[in-house]
């Protein structure tokens, strides 16, 4: 296969996905993962997407944001092994504040902890959580229809009323300068809210995520722990993360 066809090949499947992995492009061209790091750094170059780890996505403003269902069908497996991974760590009888998202939704097939509590601003969240049996508040407000997160005013004073044991949120940047990070301001003042309602904060993150920045911040890189999948290629970054956080990790 040429090198402009393989091109085509790969700029097609990221106007169907957004974001894609190395395997995929492996396999839909046939060619190497040598080659396909090779056509990734030429299109980068040229300005038409953007390389993450173990794969590409295409190029986005800091304050683009992903839909849900975008968010859903991109790093499905690594965001299951996450959430697991995630689950583990809370106890009977914690009660737990879930971000909106998809990586915190995947927590929820995995708590084997009794007598929790769950709060929630995540649409998302609510009926896997029932289903259960969990005992589930909802925080009030705007539901912003892109990622089905309750945000604004009415949320971040509901969420003022609770304290947690451990709080669960969901990044669109992890970078050790500028901390966690978000598209969307509102977004980012609530996941804030419930980091500093909590006794311990974990983050979640995919390895996209990974040395990327949104457009606004709601965390230092100190003030959680990073739960992530750890690949050869995000090695050294976490390791040189590990200075400033804590990290758990899981592998493939």
Do not use: C, W
Not at 167 to 195: C, H, M, R, W, Y
Not at 222 to 246: C, N, P, R, V, Y
């Amino acid at each position: 296969m040429l090198t402009y066809e393989r091109h085509d090949i790969i700029l097609e499947l990221l106007r169907q996905k957004r974001t894609v992995k190395l395997t995929d492009l492996t396999e839909a061209t046939g060619a190497s993962e040598s080659t396909i790091r090779r056509d990734l750094i030429e299109l980068e170059d040229a300005q038409k997407l953007k390389r993450i780890h173990g794969g590409a996505s295409l190029p986005s403003r800091k304050s683009d944001e992903p839909t849900m269902l975008d968010k859903k069908t991109v790093f499905a497996e690594e965001k299951q092994r996450i959430g697991k991974l995630a689950a583990s760590f809370i106890e009977d009888g914690d009660s737990i504040y879930l971000d909106a998202g998809t990586s915190t939704e995947a927590m929820l097939p995995f708590i084997e902890a009794k007598d929790i509590v769950i709060v929630t601003n995540g649409l998302n969240i609510v009926e896997p959580a029932l289903q259960r049996g969990f005992r589930t508040y909802v925080l009030g407000g705007y539901v912003k229809s892109g990622t089905l997160a309750f945000i604004g005013r009415t949320a971040a004073e509901s969420l003022k009323q609770y304290r947690f044991d451990k709080a669960f949120l969901g990044t669109n940047g992890v970078d050790p300068e500028f901390g966690f990070s978000t598209p969307d301001p509102e977004e980012a003042a609530i996941k804030q809210l419930a980091i500093q309602a909590a006794q311990q904060a974990f983050v979640l993150a995919d390895a996209s995520k990974l040395q990327q920045t949104s457009f606004s911040r709601f965390a230092s890189i100190h003030d959680a722990a990073l739960i992530t999948e750890i690949k050869s290629e995000t090695e050294l970054f976490l390791e040189q993360l590990s200075e400033h956080t804590t990290i758990e990790g899981v592998k493939p």
